[in-house]
C-alpha cells in the first residue's frame, strides 16, 4: 500500500521549459490538492479536485493546470517554467467528504534556472 | 485578510515547558480544523484534527477551538527538543470545501 506517490523527487527545469509532476494514490480518496511550498514558508493552495473530472483553482494556480481523469491520478502541469515557480511541490488527498486526515507524497524539489 | 493566519515565529521555548501556538481562519463556515508538523526537508504529518468548540487532548498535544472566535490554538507540554519543527494550521473551509493551511509557526525548543 504506497498511498500517495509523486515523481519525480527532484528536477531542473530551464526557463521556458514544460514539465509534469506525477500524483498518483491508492487509497481511493476523492478530495486531492496540489501545493508549493517555498523556503520558510507555509503551503499555498495551487489547484485541487474533489473527485474524477472535477478540478477547482486554489490561491496561485496561474502557470499551472491540472486534469483529473481518474480517481487515482492527479497530474500537475508547468508550461513555459519561470523562477519564480522554484519550490517544493506536495500532492495531497483526503477521504470521505474531505472532512479528515490529508496524507501527503514526498514532495517534489523543483529548481527554475 | 488570508484565509488561515499564523505568527511566523520562531517560538523559542526551554525543554519541559509548555509552547503554545495560535492560529486564526476567515471563513466562519469552516467545519474541520487540523494542526500538523513539518520537520525540515519532510511532509507535513497530521497531529491533531478537531472538530468542534472546545479542548482536544492526544499525549502532550492539546488543541482548542473556538468558533465564535475564528480561533484555533495548540499546546505542547513538556516540549522536547524532538519537537523542534514548523507547526501548520490547516482548515478545511466551507467555500468550496478546500484545505487552507496557514504560513505555519516554527518552534524551537532549547534543551
Known amino acids: 500500500n504506497a498511498g500517495v506517490t509523486q515523481t519525480p523527487k527532484f528536477r531542473i527545469l530551464k526557463i521556458g521549459q514544460s514539465m509534469t509532476l506525477q500524483c498518483t494514490q491508492d487509497?481511493?480518496?476523492?478530495?486531492m490538492y496540489w501545493y508549493r511550498q517555498d523556503p520558510g514558508m507555509g503551503l499555498k493552495l495551487i489547484y485541487y479536485?474533489?473527485?474524477?473530472?472535477?478540478?477547482d483553482k486554489g490561491e496561485v494556480p496561474n502557470g499551472y493546470n491540472v486534469s483529473r481523469s481518474t480517481t487515482e491520478d492527479f497530474p500537475l502541469r508547468l508550461e513555459l517554467a519561470a523562477p519564480s515557480q522554484t519550490s517544493v511541490y506536495f500532492c495531497?488527498?483526503?477521504?470521505?467528504?474531505?472532512?479528515?486526515?490529508?496524507?501527503f507524497g514526498q514532495g517534489t524539489r523543483l529548481t527554475v534556472v | 485578510q488570508k484565509e488561515v493566519e499564523q505568527n511566523s515565529g520562531p517560538l523559542s521555548v526551554p525543554e519541559g515547558a509548555i509552547a503554545s501556538l495560535n492560529c486564526t481562519y476567515s471563513?466562519?463556515?469552516?467545519?474541520?480544523f487540523f494542526w500538523y508538523r513539518q520537520y525540515s526537508g519532510k511532509s507535513p504529518e497530521l497531529i491533531m484534527s478537531?472538530?468542534?468548540?472546545g479542548d482536544k487532548e492526544d499525549g502532550r498535544f492539546t488543541a482548542q477551538l473556538n468558533k465564535a472566535s475564528q480561533y484555533v490554538s495548540l499546546l505542547i507540554r513538556d516540549s522536547q527538543p524532538s519537537d523542534s519543527a514548523t507547526y501548520l494550521c490547516?482548515?478545511?473551509?466551507?467555500?468550496?470545501?478546500?484545505?487552507?493551511f496557514g504560513g505555519g509557526t516554527r518552534v524551537l525548543v532549547k534543551p
Open positions: 487509497m481511493n480518496h476523492n478530495y
Open positions: 479536485s474533489v473527485g474524477a473530472g472535477i478540478t
Open positions: 478537531i472538530y468542534s468548540n
Open positions: 490547516a482548515v478545511r473551509g466551507a467555500a468550496g470545501n478546500k484545505l487552507t
Open positions: 471563513d466562519r463556515g469552516s467545519q474541520s
Open positions: 495531497a488527498t483526503q477521504g470521505g467528504s474531505g472532512g479528515t486526515e490529508a496524507f
